[in-house]
């Protein structure tokens, strides 16, 4: 997510860096849709989007966009977030104040006590938020100090999110293999100068299908590995949820994480999204996973991919 200066960014630079992608070009995009269809319609080999924040949770729009579309989670990062009130003018002059959603959320009580008369707008994202308060002396952003250097803006504060300690979780997604054969046999069949082409023994495995990528399987321990799946129960019955968590623990497989989100077909009916340590190819998962198959109406298995570890 763009323009230069988000904390997308921050996340993507991180992740090439851990991954050694010396090579690797940063494409920016508007939003979370946009760079998550970035990578489902072949515009870019790899996205990094935000998932869930310490201090707000998730992000809604992108667990949606995990459920409709063919990405597969291939990467975490997690990124310490230190929010800055940024301005061209003095404090007393700021009348609108920009973030992305999350920020606004993140800084909720900070704006309600300092700036009560101040409206709030929500943009695309913090950078784009320090872009536009670079415009305009009445307005500023709710961004990073490195947003702040690259549009020209004064920290007038710093650290102003609610809660001192605030994390965002981001995820590395790249199209899943399915849409990957497609987008080769596009590109074959619509060979150009500016498109990237693959040769056909590229198109057979999903991993050298990024020539450039020096990223490897991952063959780490079980407790290394996450892997995320989304989990519909369908028909509301005593006990459901119960059995699917159930047969995770009689495996003794650690989850991470486990959030709802609505089905959107009526209300109180959910999807659930589950984090677990492991890798979906080891026999034990591959079981638990067997086990719940029976039991629910829909499994996606998002991808397992190595847990974040601190640099
Ligand atoms: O807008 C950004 O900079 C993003 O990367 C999304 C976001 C917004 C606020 C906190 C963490 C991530």
């Known amino acids: 997510m763009g323009p230069e200066g988000s904390y997308s960014e921050k996340a993507a630079k991180l992740w090439v860096q851990k991954n050694m992608l010396d090579g690797a070009e940063i494409h920016y995009f508007a939003d979370i849709e946009d760079a998550f269809l970035a990578v489902v319609q072949g515009k870019s080999d790899f996205s990094v989007i935000p998932i869930e924040n310490s201090i707000e949770g998730s992000v809604g729009v992108t667990l949606d966009l995990l459920l409709e579309n063919g990405a597969e989670i291939i990467g975490e990062i997690v990124v310490k977030i230190e929010h800055c009130l940024l301005s061209k003018g003095e404090p007393e002059k700021i009348r609108v104040i920009l973030s992305h959603p999350q920020g606004l959320a993140q800084c909720r009580h900070f704006l309600k006590t300092n700036f009560p008369e101040a409206e709030l707008r929500s943009t695309g994202s913090t950078s784009h938020a320090a872009r536009l308060a670079g415009e305009f002396e009445e307005m500023a952003a709710i961004a990073s100090p490195e947003a702040a250097e690259c549009y020209g803006l004064k ?157």
Request: net charge positive; aromatic share 10%; hydrophobic share 30%.
């Open 155 to 311: 920290v007038l504060l710093s650290n102003v999110q609610d809660r001192k300690e605030n994390y965002t979780r981001f995820i590395v997604l790249r199209a899943s293999e399915t849409n990957r054969v497609q987008q080769v046999s596009f590109i074959a069949e619509n060979k150009s100068d500016n498109v990237k082409s693959y040769s056909s023994s590229e198109q057979e495995s999903g991993h050298e299908f990024y020539p450039e990528s020096k990223i490897e399987p991952d063959n780490s321990s079980l407790s290394a590995c996450k892997t995320s799946i989304i989990v519909y129960l369908e028909k509301d019955r005593p006990g459901a949820l119960y059995e699917i968590l159930g047969a995770f623990a009689k495996s003794r497989i650690n989850l991470t994480r486990i959030e709802s989100r609505p089905s959107k077909k009526e209300l109180g009916d959910y999807y659930f999204y589950i984090d677990f340590e492991g890798r979906a190819s080891d026999p034990l998962i591959k079981n638990a996973l067997k086990e719940i198959k029976n039991k629910i109406h829909t499994l996606k298995i998002l991808g397992s991919y190595p847990a974040f570890k601190k640099p």
